[in-house]
């Protein structure tokens, strides 16, 4: 594998379900990211992690819990979405020392998250 | 406040066509770093481009041109003879601030469309 893989590609869920979404690495980074992507919005960060320390959270809502076991994998645990969670998850990872400025992002191909 | 915005929501343009899409972007730092990414529908964001602020010469990366003007806060992107494969969702983004972890500011997003 390279570059920045997810899974699944595609989710379907109910407001009581209980799923994650899983990022994997595979560059080297040390930096990772959480954005979501609706159909009339931009791009929105979610959560950063440097160096397996979260070190920005962005207002997101508790039913999102993210988890950076180690700097190749990150995870968004999902539990009583609502229906207008339903949008493009992207991961991204960038090299830092700290999450910085300077760094482009490399992203994976998201995961269409539909709740019904 | 920082901001990004792409007037253009979709431009459709028939190959071979040169296609100029627009970025304005709004910072009160005087570091700060402007992205465009180019999203195909496998759904992935692809890098294209960094600058930084203190770096205003132009960019030509085969049909690719981009054309930075500090002056203007403006950061626009040039296809030269456009083809179907550039078809997609372009992105600009910011990132500024010294301490930033990172965050990307999107802007909307412009579609393109190329027919053959």
């Known amino acids: 594998e390279t570059g920045v893989t997810q899974t699944p590609r595609h989710l379907v869920m109910g407001m009581t379900n209980k799923k994650s979404l899983k990022c994997e690495q595979h560059l080297g980074h040390n930096a990772m990211y959480w954005y979501k992507q609706s159909a009339k919005k931009p791009l929105e960060l979610m959560f950063v992690y440097s160096l397996e320390e979260r070190v920005e959270n962005n207002s997101v809502p508790s039913r999102f819990s993210p988890e950076c076991p180690n700097s190749s994998h990150l995870f968004l645990h999902l539990h009583t979405l609502q229906p207008e969670d339903s949008a493009l998850y992207l991961c991204?990872?960038?090299?830092?020392?700290?999450?910085?400025?300077?760094?482009?992002?490399?992203f994976g191909p998201g995961t269409r998250l539909t709740v019904l | 406040a920082q901001k990004v915005t792409q007037a253009q929501t979709e431009i459709s343009v028939v190959e071979k066509e040169d296609v100029t899409l627009d970025c304005v972007y709004e910072?009160?730092?005087?570091?700060?770093?402007l992205f465009w990414y180019k999203q195909p529908p496998s759904g992935e964001l692809v890098f294209l481009i960094r600058r930084n602020s203190f770096d205003e010469q132009n960019e030509i990366s085969g049909r690719y041109s981009w054309n930075f003007q500090k002056s203007t806060s403006s950061f626009n992107f040039t296809i030269t003879a456009s083809q179907v494969v550039d078809s997609a969702v372009y992105f600009c983004a910011l990132s500024a601030g010294s301490s930033n972890t990172g965050k990307l500011i999107f802007g909307q997003g412009t579609t393109l469309q190329v027919k053959p």
């Open positions: 910072t009160r730092d005087t570091t700060y770093y």
């Open positions: 991204a990872s960038s090299q830092a020392r700290l999450a910085s400025s300077y760094n482009e992002q490399f």
